[in-house]
């Protein structure tokens, strides 16, 4: 029996392209900015979200970090949504390390509104944290996969400057984000200060994120950069599979979400899960199985051959990805019906 891995698409493998591209890539030392790959590849993603530069990071979680880190001091405050990856995923990093504290935003599906913040916002008066940065995360990983339209994020990031804030964009997912609304990545970059995306999940790649900005701003991430660890000698091997995937894989992504809403629509009829299929309109699915049954469902699926995510003790996650076929849903689909 195949296993068929819907944990998550950082689980994606590199194409033989870009496994060819990391072969062939031009290196350099990138600490001292001369690994032509890298520098090709800081330019390239600059330019398809519109801004001035790019910084090559390790990670989404090193993106999110080195960003706090260049726009806030310790002690200031930042606004996420409740249930942002930077506040739920990254092990606190942000008041670890950058000395931040999080102030939460209830949001609907992931998305929260000018009101919201307005509302959460409490001034600068003398006992309270400075409040400094707004973080949006696009798409909303644990509200499924949900997006933000680029209206959405202009107007929260009206608000966050109107109240003296910088705008940070989580954008682990943002290209599954512009292919479901057929946004332009630009329209997402414009209004804020810094945006990271990852080359690592849906687009395939094995390692690296990307943080875009104006140059002042990455200019100043690049020794935050530095101090994190994140500076990287011949790290051409890793732009240059990035490279590919900012030329090649991302309108595939299409197909994920296709097949996302078919596995959404299959484990809803055949398998009586419940789902909420308004946000299903990416490549995550979130369904909600017997009360306290997470562990349960996740261990008879394995045993089925389908790997899944505990989300919650009664939620679980399928991800789609490049590995993943029409056929491999319908497979999915018999195994856990069965
Ligand atoms: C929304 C979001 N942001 C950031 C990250 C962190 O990325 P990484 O695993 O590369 O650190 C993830 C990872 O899944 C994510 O889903």
Known sequence: MNVIDLRSDTVTL????????????????????????????????????GREAALLVPSGTAGNLVSVMTHCVRGDEIFCEAEAHIY??????????????????????????????DDAFRGRELHFPNP???????????AGGTCWTPKQVDDVAKAGRRL????????????????????????????????????SKGLSCPIGS??????????????????????????????????????????????????????????????????DMASVQTNIVVAEVDANGAERFIERARKDGVLLSEFGRSTVRFVTHRGITADDIEEVLSRLSA
Request: net charge neutral; proline share 3%.
């Open 14 to 49: 590199p194409t033989d392209e870009m496994l060819e591209a990391i072969r062939n890539a031009e290196l350099g030392d990138d600490v001292s900015r001369e690994d032509p790959t890298v520098n090709k590849l800081e330019e390239m993603a600059a330019a398809r979200f």
């Open 88 to 117: 739920y995923y990254e092990l606190g990093g942000m008041s670890a390390i950058a000395g931040v504290i999080p102030r939460l935003i209830k949001g609907r599906k992931g998305v929260y509104g000018p009101q919201d913040l």
């Open 132 to 142: 400094a940065l707004v973080e949006i995360e696009n798409t909303h990983n644990r």
């Open 164 to 199: 003296g804030m910088k705008v940070h964009i989580d954008g682990a997912r943002i290209f599954n984000a512009c292919v479901a609304l057929s946004a332009d990545p630009g329209s997402y970059a414009k209004n804020v200060d810094s945006l990271t995306f990852c080359l």
């Open 210 to 275: 990307l943080i875009v900005g104006d140059e002042e701003f990455i200019g100043r991430a690049r020794k935050n950069r530095k101090i994190i660890g994140g500076g990287m000698r011949q790290a051409g091997v890793i732009a240059a599979p990035g490279i590919v995937a900012l030329t090649k894989m991302v309108d595939r992504l299409k197909e994920d979400h296709d097949n996302a809403k078919a596995l959404a629509r299959g484990l809803v009829k055949e398998c009586g899960l419940k789902i």
